[in-house]
C-alpha cells in the first residue's frame, strides 16, 4: 500500500509548482530527541506547567534551566537522520520550497537545508531579557544557573515557552508559504498545537495537497489529508527520495 502511495506522492511532488514541508517532533525522534509528550519524554520528568511556560521562567529561572540544562545536552548529541536529509536533498533538487518547524534542535541546518522557518524559535540561541542580546547557545556556561549576560541580565533560549507568542516573522512567513503551496508534506506532527495547526487548513483552502508522514493516524487524517504515508519518516523519507531520483525528468 504505502509503495503505491509513495510513487503517487513522488509524481505529485514532480507535478507541483511550490512543495512545502511542515515538521514535528516525529522526525527527531530517530535523532535521539524523544518527543516531549511521549513516554520517555521530558514532560514525564518536568511538569510542563511547572517548567515550560514562560511565567515559570520569569519567577524562577534557576528551576527552569534545570530542565533546559537537560534538554540542551539532548540537543547538542542529536544528529541529523535520513529525513532531514532527505528533505535537504530536495530543496536542493528544486523539488522543495521551504520547511516550517515546530522544533528547536536545528537538524534542519545541520542536514543542509536552506530555507527552514523556525515557527518556535531555536535551541541554538540565548537571548538577554533585559537588553536583547544574543549569544550562541554553545558558547554560554551554565555554572552557576541561570545564565546571564553581560549586562547582568537573565538569558533565555530564543525559543516560544508556553503563554509566549509565535515569532511574528516566522509566523508570517509560515502562513504564506502555506497559503501559496500547491502540496505540503506534513510530517512527524499530529498538527494539533495551534498556531501551528492552521498551516495545513490554510493550505488545503488554498487547493494545495495534504500529505502526510506519521506512524498512525492522526486529525489531520480524516478531515484534511489526501492520503497518509505510514511509517517512520526516515524510512518514508528516504523512499520518497529514492522514487523522486529514480524516476527524475
Known amino acids: 500500500m504505502n509503495e503505491n502511495l509513495i510513487k503517487k506522492t513522488a509524481q505529485a511532488m514532480r507535478q507541483a509548482k511550490k512543495v512545502v514541508a511542515l515538521t514535528g517532533a516525529g522526525i527527531s525522534v530517530e535523532s535521539g530527541i524523544p518527543d516531549f509528550r511521549g513516554p520517555s519524554g521530558l514532560w514525564e520528568k518536568f511538569d510542563p506547567m511547572e517548567y515550560a511556560t514562560i ?23 542529536s544528529k541529523p537522520n535520513p529525513a532531514h536529509l532527505a ?70 533560549p530564543n525559543f516560544v515557552f508556553f503563554g509566549e507568542p509565535i515569532p511574528w516573522g516566522a509566523h508570517m512567513e509560515a502562513r504564506e508559504e502555506a497559503g501559496n503551496c500547491e502540496l505540503m508534506l506534513v510530517i512527524g506532527t499530529s498538527a494539533v498545537v495551534s498556531p501551528a495547526c492552521d498551516l495545513p487548513v490554510i493550505a488545503k483552502k488554498a487547493g494545495a495537497q495534504i500529505i502526510e508522514v506519521n506512524l498512525e493516524e492522526t486529525q489531520l487524517t480524516r478531515n484534511i489529508s489526501n492520503w497518509i504515508l505510514k511509517g517512520s519518516a526516515s524510512r518514508i523519507m528516504q523512499n520518497l527520495l529514492d522514487e523522486v531520483l529514480e524516476n527524475k525528468e
Open 55 to 77: 511565567e515559570a521562567f520569569c519567577s524562577n529561572p534557576r528551576k527552569v534551566w534545570t530542565m533546559l540544562k537537560e534538554m540542551g545536552s539532548l540537543l547538542e548529541k
Open 87 to 156: 528533505l535537504a536533498k530536495l530543496e536542493q533538487m528544486g523539488y522543495l520550497s521551504s520547511v516550517v518547524t515546530q522544533n528547536i534542535d536545528n537538524l534542519h541546518q545541520a542536514a543542509g537545508s536552506k530555507r527552514v522557518i523556525e515557527f518556535h524559535g531555536s535551541g541554538k540561541r540565548l537571548i538577554c531579557m533585559i537588553c536583547g542580546r544574543m549569544y550562541e547557545s554553545q558558547g554560554v556556561k551554565l555554572e552557576p544557573l541561570p545564565p546571564r549576560c553581560s549586562c547582568t541580565g537573565v538569558l533565555k
